[in-house]
């Protein structure tokens, strides 16, 4: 039965993903809602579960994007590992710690993405000072929703 929801929750959040990146975001910005997921499920179920799901995920967005495939795949992985790591030491319970995990994991996933454009592409892959800028608060609001769904999930 956790498989079934573990599938379950994956196609819910490339659902959302999608929901949210291309109908309802205005100018370009909306939230990381893969990343945030990648977050949760690596605070609640530990490295390894947060790092499959985040590859997963993270090949997903490679798939369909015309960048440099793996680079979602390995910021997402890095991402969980870095957070299932830090689960003992940061309260992950609390709304307010997860927006804030949230809101820093944004701008430093961005850069990384940057990065490695800039590495395989040689361009620094950018996609702006308005996301940039806010797209870290609609990921932080969004937060205790996801987290709360990767929580469910772990406890069933």
Known sequence: MRIIEGFLFFLAGLFFHWLLATRLSF????????????????????????????FSWGLCLDAVSGHVFGANALGFTLAAYCVGQLRRQMDVASPPSQ????????????????????????????????????DPIFTALLAPFVFKAARRLEKQ
């Open 99 to 134: 927006a804030v995990v949230a809101a820093a994991a944004v701008p430093l996933y961005t850069v990384f993405y940057g990065l490695v454009g800039q590495v395989f592409e040689h361009r620094f892959l950018w996609p702006g000072w308005t996301p940039f800028l806010f």
């Open 27 to 54: 100018g370009g910005i909306s939230p990381h809602v893969l990343l945030l997921a990648t977050l949760g499920a690596a605070a609640w179920s530990g490295p390894v579960g947060g790092q499959l799901l985040g």
